[in-house]
């Protein structure tokens, strides 16, 4: 072990760890608090989210619903008013995030004010994590508005009431996943100096293997089988594809994997990064 | 050397206005406020002088300069400049002055200055052959030959202003305006565009007109100073006699190594402002004793452990101009 | 004329800016490119599943996403501040323009150029030689349609740009720039009757895309004659409304104090 190998901290008793995992928990409630109501302050910002909602939801949905009318009125089993929920719920769920956090924390780390983060006795993929599912709240609120009731005047109610039950706990759920998933993209920025490849490669995998755009069913059958094993499926088709009519609850315990696994993976790779920044100064 | 002055030297007032006024309303509806940036400002500058612009944050300079370019048009009052009224004519007038605002740039980062003077050559109608002519006297003229053929961003501020005011002046205009040209640089660098100003106006018989918050530019680039508060012009007089009443006070502020009686500090033309054990600040009227002596005096008799010399602050200068005035 | 020479030196001088730091041009050219593949991606598993939809079908919308990709390129490639135009104006910043003795709209436009949307035009051009049947005929057409496309989106962005002038903000400015390229991306007949029409008048996306897209499917010479006159229309309507809000921006009716 070189000289200046950083000590291993000492073992935390166990009533020390309780203690401590509380005080995370109330500094990631507050952070997240923090942000959501920011954006709550700014009500022009979540009109201009919903509208947009609007916009490519809608665009989306006439997409489809030429799609199924060419194809004989459905297409892998999707009807069109199937088709209009599912692209819905899928765009509720994607547009509700916010682009530039991983710009953002790349130019964090690249100017060194991650650092007054790095201080703080939390660790910063935590308070990161709450303050960017926060934010997103009000924003899923925003969209939700503008996008349900264009769903419902294009496609008439959801195909099956029980199915659109599931897909509200499955919306939240995709959004943290999603948020989780992009925290472990943006660690990148601890490595490489310009994150925003990263983003865009992450968001163009969303879109085609996560299902934002077309129902998993519709890619050819290899890239589906492909697509339902990676974490980006959870993101957006498991939320619109029970808001399409399917009642398949045992997609929500898919998420709770992926949730779990994601997460799991962000604090590592923060850690490891933090790490290289504190030892080479990145 | 021939004076590149405007064409209409001598022919009137570089810069003139009368009654210059511009007024702001801003807030919708029931919030409306109007705020009087310029009130009725006028003032006559002639071919070849040196005019600093002087007045805190707020007073009204970078609206009046504003205004002399002709990107904003006045609410009422007039003005010439170079013989144009500049919110009529000014893409005319833009070929005739000069500027340099300290927070706008005319030369790209990534490529050497020169590419910027190839682009404004061409922008203004210089061919090529003379505006390589003009560079090269130009460099000469602020010493930046050399940094001509560096890349912008490698170049340091001072530096970097350098090359701006070689842009401003490739067309070689009669009259230079320049909004708060040396904010951020160091004292050095300050020192010497300062000197440049002066030593370009006395070479081209450029008029210099220079807006700025800082005192100094009085002292070593003006030979006529305006101050300014409240969009109003509260002193508009020539350097030399401002140096005789208001600039003739300087600050100085020791540190002792320990106590000392205050009572002993009894010199000519100093008034002790402040005196705790061991700071004690002395306004000292230059016009009745050199600086230089106060020091000497003062490092003979006391425990000093060490000394600034201050300009009183601009505020101070202007509430003593206020207070006169009125 | 001094003018044309100094925006043509201004235009060469910004090229020459963003190419002197090569790396960081071409990752960011990169990226565009990768961007672009996965909508081909997409269009291409879309057209797999469903073959023909109201008319079109994969070479359609691919050619369709050339014409887009290469006109949107040079546009925002080679004249950023006409997407830029509204935070311009909106920041105060047009003084740097109205300093020089040149007119300030064609001096802005040619001031900014942005590299990842060049990586546009390469993808566009690549995506019609290899989808677009490329005969000599089809290819003057598509340089015609991506022409007036780039024409047509300019003119608009420079419309919508100048709305910042009547309130100081440049939302829509933002909302004009991202409707009219989403609008564009997507086969125009998919929509409805209101939603075409709007897309044929107040977000000219249909003449962005749609007809040229035609025009190079068809060669039907009346349709780019339509797309030319509407771009030319567009073009003195953005000249007026950015002289009109010029005079409103220095008559100081948009600021506060300075």
Known sequence: MSATAVERPARVPDGMRRELAGRVGRAAWRAGRAELRKNLANPGGLVVSGLFLLVVAGMLAALWSAAAEANGGAVAGYTAAALVWYVTISEITTISQRMQFIDELGDDIGSGRVETALLRPVPMVVLLWAAQVGGALPRLAACCLGGLPLAAVIAGAPPSWPAAALAIPATLLAVTINITGQHVFAAAAFWLRNARATWFVYQKLVFVLGGMLLPLEVLPDWLESIAQWLPFMAMAYVPARLAAGYVEPELLFVQAFWLVALATIAIIVFARGERRLVEAGA | MATNASPTAGAGPAIVTRDLTRTFTTGRRRERRTVDAVRGISLSIEAGERVAFIGPNGAGKSTSIKMLTGILHPTSGTAQVDGLVPWHDRRRLAGRIGTLFGQRSQLWPELPSRAAYDMLAAVHGIDDRTAAGRVDELGELLGATELFDQPVRTLSLGQRMRCELAAALLHEPGILLLDEPSIGLDLVAKRRFRDLLVSLNRERGTTIFLTSHDVADIEIVADRTIIVNHGRIIVDDTVESLRRTLLASKRIEVGLHHRIDPTCIELLGTTVTEATHTRISLDVDTSATPVRDVIDALLDRLPVADLTVVDPPLEDVIADAYGDSE | ?258
């Open chain 3, 1 to 258: 004329m001094n003018t044309l020479r100094g925006l043509r030196r201004t235009w060469f001088g910004a090229i020459a800016n963003s190419w002197a730091n090569r790396r960081s041009f071409w990752s960011q050219a990169a990226v565009m490119i990768l961007n672009d593949l996965i909508w081909v991606v997409f269009w291409v598993i879309f057209f797999d599943r469903l073959g023909e939809v109201r008319g079109w079908e994969l070479r359609d919308v691919l050619v369709l996403q050339a014409i887009l990709a290469t006109g949107a390129g040079i546009t925002l490639g080679f004249f950023n501040n006409s997407r830029q135009l509204g935070r311009l104006i909106a920041e105060g910043q047009l003084d740097e323009a109205l300093a020089l003795p040149v007119p300030a709209l064609p001096y802005l436009l040619v001031r900014r150029i942005e590299p990842i949307n060049i990586g546009d035009v390469a993808f566009g051009v690549a995506v019609f030689a290899v989808m677009g049947e490329p005969t000599p005929l089809r290819t003057l057409a598509f340089v015609a349609a991506v022409a007036i496309s780039a024409i047509t989106l300019g003119a608009f962005l420079v419309l919508a740009g100048s709305t910042a002038f009547l309130g100081g903000r440049s939302d829509g400015s933002e909302l004009g720039f991202h409707s009219v390229v989403l609008f564009a991306s997507y086969p125009v007949d998919v929509f409805g009757g209101a939603m075409k029409i709007l897309l044929f008048t107040m977000i000219p996306a249909g003449f962005i895309t749609a007809i040229p897209t035609r025009f190079v499917r068809d060669l039907e010479i009346e349709l780019a004659m339509a797309a030319a006159g509407v771009a030319i229309l567009l073009v003195a309507l953005a000249a007026l409304a950015f002289r009109a809000g010029l005079r409103r921006y220095t008559s100081g009716a948009l600021w506060t104090a300075a």
